[in-house]
């Protein structure tokens, strides 16, 4: 069981807004970056957000990222039907000295 | 453009060592700017970070898993391995390589899948 808790499924319809939330503790969101990543059926995963809130060049707008406390979130805005993947949050952990994934969040755009 | 790829046996034997290399072009892994891990996901699950080596040769490992595994650097080819021993069933997955930018991965290859059956 993953110590980032991510909601398993998660759903919109194109054009809506969806929030995909992390949520973990002290030791890692609270005192670290958190990282999202993107994985397409079939294909490896994608940065898409760094450093809590930062996008890489060629992430869309639609797409950020924001933290408060032990918790982080992935807001999508204007749901296209590409968006429809697994997400993932990511950061370390300084008492287990190691990368923490959470367990995904499956997108469906309905 | 960095790209990295992934190399190794598709089919490992229980209780022997999955043996993997990433080969990464466009960046030098002896670049003092980066690390370089290992991840992996069986099938239908989530991502597992496995570990990763700075160009120094430093590493870190997931705790879960340091007990066997083992990550290095070859400089003057510009790869880095992955050796993990003793495997089981539960190690059968897609392996990943990717560039670590203190804990911020990207890119990452496209994978390669191992198999651990007799």
């Known amino acids: 069981q993953s110590v980032l808790t991510q909601p398993p499924s998660a759903s919109g319809t194109p054009g809506q807004g969806v929030t995909i939330s992390c949520s973990g503790s002290?030791?890692?969101?609270?005192?670290?970056?958190v990282s999202w990543y993107q994985q397409l059926p079939g294909t490896a995963p994608k940065l898409l957000i760094y450093r809590d809130s930062q996008r890489p060049s060629g992430v869309p707008d639609r797409f950020s990222g924001s933290k408060s406390g032990t918790s982080a979130s992935l807001d999508i805005s204007g749901l296209r039907s590409e968006d429809e993947a697994a997400y993932y949050c990511a950061a370390w952990d300084g008492s287990l000295s190691g990368v923490l994934f959470g367990g995904g969040t499956r997108l469906t755009v309905l | 453009q960095v790209q990295l790829q992934e190399s190794g046996p598709g089919l490992v034997k229980p209780s022997q060592t999955l043996s993997l290399t990433c080969t990464v072009s466009g960046a030098s892994i002896s670049s003092g700017d980066y690390y370089w891990s290992w991840i992996r996901q069986p099938a239908g699950k989530g991502l597992e970070w496995i570990g990763r080596?700075?160009?120094?040769?430093?590493?870190n490992y997931n705790p879960s898993l340091a007990s066997r595994v083992s990550i290095s650097l070859d400089t003057s080819n510009n790869r880095f391995y992955l050796h993990l021993t003793s495997v089981t069933a539960a190690d059968t997955a897609v392996y990943y390589c990717a560039r670590d930018i203190l804990f911020m991965f990207d890119p990452w290859g496209q994978g390669t899948l191992v198999t651990v059956s007799s």
């Open positions: 002290n030791s890692n969101i609270g005192n670290s970056y």
């Open positions: 080596v700075f160009s120094s040769g430093s590493t």
